[in-house]
């Protein structure tokens, strides 16, 4: 069963901290991974894509990584603000046949000060 | 501007009542997609369009009804609305050039009574 797992489903960290975040997929195969942010009572943004023979890629503070091996990411978010806190959410696209998209239940990350 | 808006942004209603969520994206993408999102569960895909004409059930389909008669709209039905389809309901859109990057809307909060 094509299924993306994230983990933690939460964190709370002090601003200026570094921190990562694990999305485990089964989804195969696939032709990208997506990371999403959504703010709170808001549509999701995309932060970074990578696609299956990528292993990183980074959007200013926040850099993703793929294993297509061993079907894991990571979003590693350096020296974090307030406006970080938000919900991170791993989309994978499921590309047998169709197209459709796998969504994790995300990982809501609260930014202290 | 670039944009997926959707109207009400808010609604309370009673069960049985009829009522449709407008969604409609001036980008010319030929995706279009209905998500629910409720507490622990992450988002979940209701329907999607291809295209004009071409929908497709998503994961929680049941109770729900789409139409795409227009590349640029894909209004949301609830037939006979009842409790448990009390969410927070995205639309998104895209296009395949994108490698699938879902646009969303500023979401609509619907509460069933």
């Known amino acids: 069963k094509n299924q993306v797992e994230q983990s933690p489903q939460s964190l709370i960290i002090l601003e200026g901290k570094n921190c990562t975040l694990q999305?485990?997929?089964?989804?195969?195969?696939?032709?990208?991974l997506r990371w999403y942010k959504q703010d709170t009572g808001r549509g999701p943004v995309s932060l970074t894509i990578?696609?299956?023979?990528?292993n990183t890629k980074s959007n200013g503070r926040y850099t993703a990584t793929l294993d297509a091996d061993t079907k894991q990411s990571s979003l590693h978010i350096t020296a974090s603000q307030l406006s970080d806190s938000a919900s991170y959410i791993c989309?994978?696209?499921?590309?047998?046949?169709?197209?459709?998209?796998?969504f994790g239940a995300g990982t809501r990350l609260a930014v202290h000060p | 501007e670039a944009q997926v808006t959707q109207n009400p942004r808010y609604l309370i209603t009673v069960t049985g009542k009829k009522l449709t969520v407008t969604c409609s994206q001036n980008m010319n993408h030929e995706y279009m997609s209905w998500y629910r999102q409720d507490p622990g569960l992450g988002l979940r895909q209701i329907y999607y369009s291809m295209n004009v004409e071409v929908t497709d059930k998503g994961d929680v389909p049941e109770g729900y009804k789409v139409s795409r008669k227009e590349k640029r709209n894909f209004p949301l039905i609830l037939e006979s609305p009842s409790p448990n389809q009390t969410s927070l309901y995205f639309c998104?859109?895209?296009?395949?050039?994108?490698?699938?990057?879902?646009?969303f809307g500023p979401g609509t909060r619907l509460t069933v009574t």
């Open positions: 998104a859109s895209s296009w395949v050039g994108s490698g699938y990057e879902q646009y």
């Open positions: 989309v994978v696209t499921f590309s047998g046949g169709y197209n459709k998209l796998i």
């Open positions: 999305c485990n997929y089964t989804v195969s195969p696939f032709s990208n």
């Open positions: 990578m696609t299956f023979s990528e």
